[in-house]
Nanobody
Framework: QVQLVESGGGSVQAGGSLGLSCEASGYTYTRKCMGWFRQAPGKEREGVAAIYTGGGSTYYANSVKGRFTISQDNAKNTVYLQMNSLKPEDTAMYYC???????????????????????WGQGTQVTVSS
């Protein structure tokens, strides 16, 4: 049974930093896309960042480029999201997600669209105060 467990959310003042972690378990394949999404109250869920676990290619939403960094530790089956220069508009529930994958999966299949992902974590809250 696959499982994604996020951790690291919390509250911070604008301009501060937070780091999120997503530990994946139960996967039998290494090539897939791992993404971070967020959903603020009253808004649709949006893609924030994604990483191709087979080679490390990364993808970011324009709103977080230059501020957020997604990375991975394959030995720990963990994906990270380092968030710097946080803004109040970054306040949201952050979700980790995993796409289908396997030896066939290529980096160019990695997207920031929800329907590309199969498995989701329970979410972790990030609150940025002004």
């Amino acid at each position: 049974q696959v499982q994604l467990v996020e951790s690291g959310g919390g509250s911070v003042q604008a301009g501060g930093s937070l780091g999120l972690s997503c530990e994946a378990s139960g996967y039998t394949y290494t090539r897939k896309c791992m993404g971070w999404f967020r959903q603020a109250p009253g808004k649709e869920r949006e893609g924030v960042a994604a990483i191709y676990t087979g080679g490390g290619s990364t993808y970011y939403a324009n709103s977080v480029k230059g501020r957020f960094t997604i990375s991975q530790d394959n030995a720990k089956n963990t994906v990270y999201l380092q968030m710097n220069s946080l803004k109040p508009e970054d306040t949201a529930m952050y979700y980790c997600a995993a796409s289908p994958g396997g030896s066939w999966y290529r980096h160019d299949l990695c997207r920031l669209t929800q329907n590309e992902y199969l498995d989701w974590g329970q979410g972790t809250q990030v609150t940025v105060s002004s």
